[in-house]
């Protein structure tokens, strides 16, 4: 960047920009330096969604519309043939698909004339411009935590006031007792029994929809093995979790050379995005008390979760015509702007307890 001392022409009237910049280029390029460091960092959060979902990049001109559809798959067990006789054939069948739609989000600002040409507070545009990639980050987050927020619907109005689908591969909400397949008619739930709060037992139960309950494409059961405890804001949940994964001893034992079989098997990360709604038009999310000790096991390796991006989050500043000046109000607009959309194709990734609190 330009030491304070950078100066222009006697008579010229483009303002200074980001960090003191001595030309409007120079303060486009500073804003987006800051800009995607603050997108980079966010995307590296312990507690981000992000690292339980499947990016796809459609890049442009790719269309708004897409259809995410698992691979085709082949099950069932081999059988023993006669001599010349032939051989048992397997069932082959597709896996779940879902159509999504690319949404174009955006967040505006606009920087005054003298904040910008006088360079009144140059630590505050970057907090600014920081807080542009933030407010972008915070609506990517809100929209892949949805699925779990609203874990026991099929569709939502969101904070635009557009009905979303946040159903799974099969049609039913995320978080269900009877959901399909598409080659067999049994049926299988990732909804612990209850939606009990976080204990040792509870968390068995989650691991024995995994290993007794989930089925794969034709009806055969399939061994989910959850290396995730996802849980949301509320602290005593994800303490009281965290103490199950890491603590030597059970926290019931009778004494502490008992050992703990659950030790060490799964990370516990805490999500608090997954308890903020909002009302319909409204500027901010909200904290929802009601949603607060939600929790799920998840295998992050498997993940059904896909964020589906034609444009990643990106922030454009005003051109030269003008010094990027508006002419009427003499002040700078920004544009932090995005092209996504998320879906839970598969639900077999995870099982959940939508725990009811006052």
């Known amino acids: 960047m330009a030491s304070s001392g950078a100066s222009v022409a006697f008579g010229s009237t483009v303002p200074l920009g980001v960090g003191n910049a001595a030309s409007l280029v120079e303060a486009v390029s500073n804003v987006n330096i800051i800009f995607h460091q603050a997108l980079e960092e966010w995307g590296q959060k312990f507690d981000s969604l992000r690292q339980f979902y499947v990016l796809r990049y459609e890049g442009p001109r790719a269309g708004l519309q897409f259809t995410i559809s698992e691979d085709i798959t082949?099950?069932?067990?081999?059988?023993?043939?006669?001599?010349?006789?032939?051989?048992?054939?397997?069932?082959?069948?597709?896996?779940?698909?879902?159509?999504?739609?690319?949404?174009?989000?955006?967040?505006?600002?606009?920087?005054?004339?003298?904040?910008?040409?006088?360079?009144?507070?140059?630590?505050?545009?970057?907090k600014i411009i920081r807080g542009a990639a933030?407010?972008?980050?915070?609506r990517m987050e809100h929209d892949m935590a949805m699925p779990l927020t609203y874990c026991t619907s099929a569709s939502v109005t969101n904070i635009d006031g557009r009905s979303v689908d946040v159903s799974s591969g099969d049609g039913l909400s995320p978080a269900n007792a009877s959901h399909t397949v598409r080659n067999s008619s049994a049926l299988y739930r990732n909804?612990?029994?209850?939606?009990?709060?976080?204990?040792r037992g509870a968390i068995e139960m989650g691991q024995n929809l995994g290993t007794q309950q989930i089925i794969g494409n034709n009806g055969q059961p399939l061994y989910?093995?959850?290396?995730?405890?996802?849980?949301?804001?509320?602290?005593?949940?994800?303490?009281?979790?965290l103490q199950l994964m890491r603590s030597q001893a059970p926290l019931d034992a009778p004494n502490p050379s008992v050992y703990n079989p659950q030790a060490g098997t799964m990370r516990v990360v805490k999500c608090p995005y997954i308890d903020r709604t909002f009302a319909v038009g409204g500027k901010a999310f909200?904290?929802?008390?009601?949603?607060?000790?939600?929790?799920?096991?998840?295998?992050?390796?498997n993940s059904?979760?896909?964020?589906?991006?034609?444009?990643?989050?990106?922030?454009e500043g005003p051109t030269s015509a003008n010094g990027g000046v508006d002419f009427l109000t003499r002040q700078q607009n920004w544009v932090a702007h995005g092209a996504w959309t998320t879906a839970l194709l598969d639900p077999r990734c995870f099982v959940w307890s939508a725990v009811t609190t006052a």
Not at 227 to 238: G, K, M, N
Not at 304 to 315: E, K, Q, W
């Open 191 to 199: 909804r612990i029994v209850t939606d009990p709060q976080v204990s």
């Open 134 to 138: 933030r407010s972008v980050n915070l």
């Open 74 to 126: 082949g099950s069932g067990v081999a059988h023993e043939i006669d001599e010349n006789a032939e051989p048992w054939f397997g069932d082959i069948s597709p896996g779940y698909s879902k159509n999504v739609e690319i949404q174009e989000l955006s967040y505006a600002l606009a920087l005054t004339w003298k904040f910008t040409y006088h360079n009144r507070y140059p630590q505050q545009e970057a």
């Open 304 to 315: 059904g979760f896909y964020l589906v991006v034609t444009l990643f989050p990106t922030v």
């Open 286 to 301: 909200t904290h929802d008390s009601t949603k607060q000790k939600y929790w799920g096991l998840i295998d992050s390796r």
């Open 224 to 241: 989910v093995e959850f290396d995730t405890i996802l849980t949301a804001s509320d602290q005593t949940t994800f303490n009281t979790a």
